[in-house]
């Protein structure tokens, strides 16, 4: 396909679109859809926002059980340090002394 006939092809196509939006205004169907376009994309953005938000509490209820996790788990981690710690500070100092 040459790019003339191309040229000419999307010409026809924006002229027959432009015919018919003619014909629906001067009968009063444009009005129509045009408001049900309106209503549609006010619903729409209805749910989005609904949508977003309900996104928003669950991921930060999420955050939130995250950190709780990991308070768990660094808590749990110090507390075996600390143990552990102590435990080897005895048996280094009981070690060190039968050495000696």
């Given at each position: 396909?040459?790019?003339?006939?191309?040229?000419?092809?999307?010409?026809?196509?924006?002229?027959?679109?432009?015919?018919?939006?003619?014909?629906?205004k001067?009968?009063?169907?444009?009005?129509?859809?045009?408001?049900?376009?309106?209503?549609?994309?006010?619903?729409?953005?209805?749910r989005?926002?609904?949508?977003?938000?309900?996104?928003?509490?669950k991921?930060?209820?999420?955050?939130?059980?995250?950190?709780?996790?990991?308070?768990?788990?660094?808590?749990?981690?110090?507390?075996?340090?600390?143990?552990?710690?102590?435990?080897?500070?005895?048996?280094?100092?009981?070690s060190n002394?039968?050495?000696?």
């Amino acid at each position: 396909m040459s790019n003339k006939k191309l040229i000419i092809g999307i010409a026809a196509g924006v002229a027959a679109l432009a015919v018919v939006g003619i014909i629906l205004k001067r009968k009063g169907h444009l009005d129509g859809i045009i408001g049900k376009a309106e209503e549609l994309g006010s619903d729409l953005a209805d749910r989005y926002e609904s949508v977003k938000e309900s996104a928003r509490k669950k991921f930060d209820e999420v955050v939130q059980k995250g950190g709780e996790i990991a308070d768990k788990v660094t808590g749990h981690a110090s507390e075996t340090a600390s143990t552990n710690t102590a435990a080897g500070n005895t048996a280094a100092g009981k070690s060190n002394t039968a050495t000696v």
